[in-house]
């Protein structure tokens, strides 16, 4: 065996918090899923649209423009606390990473209580037509994932903050980060498929 | 980087290897098992049993139907079986078997040492067992699904299925999927980011292309299934949506359409593993490198594409715009060329090569003779004339049954024979091999042609009982014969895998003097599978002389260490620690599957899934000690 030729890689580092680790990768493929799975609900949108002459229903108050758009904002700014987590981690500043966590997790929390709070304002449920139910299905996944992802960035934050900051830490804050940018990024399109189709489509054919 | 001449001290330390790689003892280190080999054996093993199930179902429904007018099954326990069947085949036997071949063979083709996401890998196990045990178990309770497996509405709708049958299969449906992605995405990882140093891409055995197709075939085509399932026509039964309602504006077509969205990939998916086996077999069989391989890789991919295009050929007979229609025909004689291109490539192989007629072989000939029928017919029925004159009748039945059984089984069986050295350690008995592939081959033949002709004369399927005169006594009686004779062939098969694995003689490492990596490793592996990690330079690495190939050192084997390369060239990049064995994976399954299981009850059973899969997603992730991973 002595005769075989060695490539040594010991001197390559021993981890890598970047879009070359495989946690990355696992992390785009998941929002592949999870976006093909919305991408399918908003043909699901657009083609019970077409088969009905109405939409949404009469008697269904269309949701307030103003609410959303103006959850925008903490949603879209959250994205800065996100960068500053990952950028952090790339420079193992655990300081950082605690500012970027934070002030990701505040934002997502104010933009939580303003869909709460729409959510509770709509005059239609699933199960009104199906409008509602489209509606609501497409509401509630993105609200479920916002909040799932919400809770394993607090997650996140505590296990930095008890001192646990070590690779496969920074690489979970960056992946999260990675997550997160989708969450708001595949809500752009949703939220023009919600809100604004069926004030430019809607009413009677 | 450049391999360099060696030196002596630098081979790994086997027993601390061993230490590092090897699993906890006893029932919680059973159960906390995160190694690629023992997950992939139990994916094989548990889809085993389920083919076991699904072939009783079968036996049963050819009973029924061996003469006109049978009592054997009454019409509603008809319904139940056949719907059994179809599920129990596609989602709990034919889509993880593959996987856990994958699972198995990828790691070890590759040239790592486990795959990418073990945890994830062992979550996905254990969500797929639940689910297969939740739909059976609820089957002692008489919920039991009976519109058939793909459940159309408004058939499987809740005034036409009243109880719980129709909603335990929808959310059996989440469980599997939930499995295929989990498999998927850690297989797409490992084949792109884990590859030995030197395996281009264009050096990657052709069982590796063909999982990364299917997987990616999974990501794109699972979710919709879930959403067929679950969203549609679970939450119409039990939370009162309207997606497939058309009195509010719902619609029972949307449902075949998302469903045949994934339906007709998932043909795929079981189907493209499947051509990567026959691959293997036929380079290591001929001994000679596979013909025309950039062709060979770009046809699976094509067909990976094509099958996203073809859905509406399932849908032919619901009255959709005729110009759309011709669309899907186009489209479904297309996937003749990408598969037609295969079998050349195939036969070209053969003609060149020295071949050497093993029991596997015998299964590959099966294959190619069984799914060239089935292409032909597939031909056929993509022509909307006669698909309008053969829906729904036995004619399809046969159809795909030689595309599933010939496509997929056939390949399967073969495979099996083929890496039961390396499973094993021990060889299988090529003459009683060779002998359950004819019993199963004359089976398949005598049980599935005669379907063809009853078919045309207008038997459909999913009928219990036919009456007496109408000339389909023989024919159904002959496929009845068949099925037993299938049996018989299974058999064959069980005891020689027993009996070879018991007392069949020691392989050693190559028995076959294959081309792949998986063949450089002892039989069975160890578990960190190689001792150093082989660099490649051919696409054909084991014909390579050895002092031409080099080996990987200076990766840690006190720790569990990775290589981890270029997406393209497979040049390393860093190395990786992976995390070590956990019961996590498998408490966080069982808290989804409680709350899943809940679901079908009641909504709030979805918020006990989300806290209990929360909780143990929690501890899966909760850091290990020692707290840092130190370079």
Redesign the interface.
Known sequence: ????????????????ISN???LF??QV??C???G??LC??IA?YF??RL??DVWP?PGVHLPSLTGPTVALIPLLASCVGSYLASEAAKKDSRGGMLLGLGLNLGLAMIFLVLRAIEWNSLNFT?????????F??ILFLHS?DIL?DV??TA?LLV?VAS??C????RI?VHVDSVLWYFLVGIWIPLYGVIYWAPRLIGGSR | ????????H??ADLDVLRRTWSSRPGLLGWLSEINHKAIGRRYILTAFIFLLLGGIEALLMRLQLAKPENTFLAAARYNQIFTLHGTTMMFLFAVPVMEGMGIYLVPLMVGTRNV??PR?NAFGYWMYLAGGLFIYGCAFFGMIPDAGWFAYPPLSGPQFSPGKGVDVWAQMITFTEVSA?CV???L??TI???RA?GMSLNRMPTFCWSMLVQSFMI??A???V??AST?FLL?DRT?????V?PA????PL?YQ??FW?FGHPEVYIIFLPALGIVSSILETHTRRQIFGYPALVLSLVGNGFIAFGLWVHHMFATGLPQIGEAYFTAASMMIAITSGVQIFCWLATLWTGRLRPTAAVHFVFGFIFIFVMGGMTGVMLASIPLDLQTHDTFFVVAHFHYVLIGGALFPLFGGFHYWFPKFTGRLIDETLGKLSFWILFVGFNLTFFPMHWLGIVGMTRRVYTYVPGLGWEHANLLATIGAFVILSGGLVFIVNVLRSRRSGPRAGSDPWDASTLEWETTSPPPPYNFP?LP?VPTRTPLWTP??E????????EDRR?I??T?VLDAQ??????QPRPSIWPMLTALGFSVGLAGSIFAFYWYYVA?VLG?VG??GW???ERP?????
């Open positions: 065996m002595t005769g075989r030729r060695t490539l040594d890689v010991s001197g390559l580092p021993p981890y890598d070359q680790s495989p990768w696992g493929l998941m592949l899923i999870e093909s799975l399918m609900l699901t083609y019970l088969g009905v229903a699933w199960a009104s037509d199906a409008h509602g139910s489209i609501w299905t479920y799932a809770l394993m997650v296990i001192g646990h070590g690779p496969r830490q979970g | 980087m450049t391999p360099v001449a060696s030196q002596p630098v081979y990418a996401f994830l992605l998927a995405v850690e797409i990882v792109l980011k884990m140093p990501i794109f699972m979710p919709a879930m959403i969203v939450n939370l009162g949506t309207h997606f309602n509010e504006g719902g619609d949307l359409h998302v969205f150093n660099v050895s002092a190939r080099a080996i990987v050192t200076g990766l840690r260490e290589l981890i270029s390393p990049h860093h190395r990786s620690v989300s929360m997603l929690i992730f909760w850091p707290l840092e991973v130190k370079p």
